[in-house]
Each structure stands twice: as C-alpha cells, then as structure tokens.
C-alpha cells in the first residue's frame, strides 16, 4: 500500500496494474474492432445474379462508417467470405475473394462504395457470400449477403492421334497390353463437373473377329487430372485373331459426343 503526500489517497499495487491494463487495452487495434470507435454497415451489395465460368463481373459494396474514428490510420478492409457454395463453406476460391483496403480517410457518418471484379470460377453451381468490415483480422460491424449462380455453357474435350499409345503394338493373340490416351479438357464447364467417361471401340476388325475385350468405358471419376490433362491408363487382352483392329476414341456425356474423336490401330500378330 502507498499514501500520496498531502492527498490522503491510498492505492495498491493491484489498483495501479488495473489501470494500466486498462489504458493498453483501450488503445490496442485489434480491441477497437469490438469498441463503438469502429462500426460500419455494409448497406448496399451489387453483384450479378449470374456469372458464366472464366467471365469477369463487377462487384460493388456500399459502406457507412458508423463509429467515431477516423480510418486513415489503421488498416481497416472490406472483407468477403464465401458462406456456402457447390463445395460447402469456406472455400478459398481468390477469383472470388478480395480485400481491399479503405485507403482514406472515412470520417464517421461518411458513405462510400468499394468497386473490383471478380472471375466465374470453374465450378459452378449456387454461392452465397457475405461483405463487412474488418480492422486487421477483427469483423466489425453490420454483414451483408448475397446469393448469385456460377455457370457453364461449353462442354469440349480434344484427343489427338499421337496421344493414344499401346504397348507392345503389335501384340501376339490373346496377350496383355496397355493403353494410355491423354485427353484435354477444352470446355469452360469442367470434366470433374459433369463426370465424362472415355469410349474406346473397334470401328474397323478382320471378318470374323470377335472385338468385345478392347471395347471398354472409361469413367472419369476414377482417374485423377494434372490440371486440364487426363491421362486414361488401362491393361486389357487382346483378340485371338490376327489382323487390324482400328479403334476410335471418344469422349462422351452420356449420349451425346463431346469434340472430335481421334482413332488408331492395333495390330495383332503372331510372331
């Protein structure tokens, strides 16, 4: 315990350390975004209701600055979060995520609106995302959301010739062999969306041949890409007759082709 001279006041050790407890959290950045000095509503949230994949849209978010400080010296930003989304919540997709920074000055009471583009990513579906402000890693405020759809409208796939290998060709009757096709995926609505899977069938055998073993499906659920390259591996026996099997390649949703398809030929002999 401590007397001040000529006042009559006592105070503890225990009193003193409060007060500097006090006055250091009154003044830390990261305690103000919970304090009435920063406060903000997000009032306004302009984003199209549809964005076509790989296509750039243009957001606008209006804020009021409804807190007593002034934000020229503190890092105060827009933040955005997706809230859900095809893949569930908290995707981090940066062509949708941005946050820039309220670079002037914004005195309380004062309205403006932030302005930057994003780019549909490659998955589509429903996304709901939500605005606010944030000093350094601390909300603040009054959030907004918004709800807007991610789509596709082109299904492509390229398969050339030279990216078809058998080996050993030729192969000897009734033998293993191995295939590998490596295919593109060209179109903006990606193969891991819509599931293709890779034909492989005999347009052209000797008469008589019975072609049913190198007629095969390839669905893309099993086999991992490198980035827009899908590289299709399989071993399979070859026919019992010897000959010419010319077998043609082609991706496919469902019924319907997608691309052109790429073709080339077994041979199957006896040595």
């Not at 920063?38 to 209006?62: H, L, M, Q, W, Y």
């Not at 096709?181 to 069938?201: E, H, I, Q, R």
């Not at 007759?241 to 077994?266: F, H, N, P, V």
Request: one cysteine or more.
């Amino acid at each position: 315990m401590k007397t001040l001279l000529g006042q009559g006041l006592t105070i503890s050790r225990v009193t003193v350390a409060a007060a500097i407890l006090f006055t250091m959290t009154a003044f830390s950045p990261e305690a103000r975004a919970a304090n009435p000095n920063f406060d903000a509503v997000v009032t306004r949230v302009s984003i199209p209701d549809r964005i076509e994949i790989g296509k750039t849209a243009r957001v606008s978010v209006t804020v009021t600055n409804e807190g007593y400080a002034d934000w020229r010296n503190h890092d105060v930003k827009l933040m955005s979060q997706i809230v859900a989304g095809p893949s569930g919540r908290g995707q981090n997709i940066p062509e949708l995520l941005h946050f820039p920074t309220a670079k002037e000055g914004r005195n309380s009471g004062e309205t403006w609106t932030f302005q930057y583009d994003v780019k549909g990513p490659d998955t589509p579906g429903d996304y709901e995302m939500e605005w606010s402000m944030a000093l350094k890693s601390a909300n603040f405020g009054k959030c907004m959301r918004h709800k807007f759809e991610v789509f596709g409208t082109n299904q492509a796939a390229e398969i050339h010739e030279g990216d078809i290998k058998y080996s050993p060709n030729p192969v000897q009757p009734g033998k293993k062999f191995s295939v590998s096709v490596l295919v593109t995926d060209t179109g903006d609505v990606p193969f891991k969306v819509y599931n293709p899977t890779l034909k492989m069938s005999v347009v052209k055998k000797p008469s008589g041949s019975n072609s049913a073993c190198i007629e095969k499906v390839f669905n893309t659920r099993f086999f991992k890409p490198d980035g827009k390259k899908w590289t299709f591996e399989q071993s399979l026996v070859a026919p019992t007759q010897e000959g010419a099997y010319a077998i043609r390649w082609q991706m496919c949703d469902g019924s319907t082709t997608i691309g052109d398809s790429a073709q080339k030929t077994l041979n199957v002999v006896v040595k």
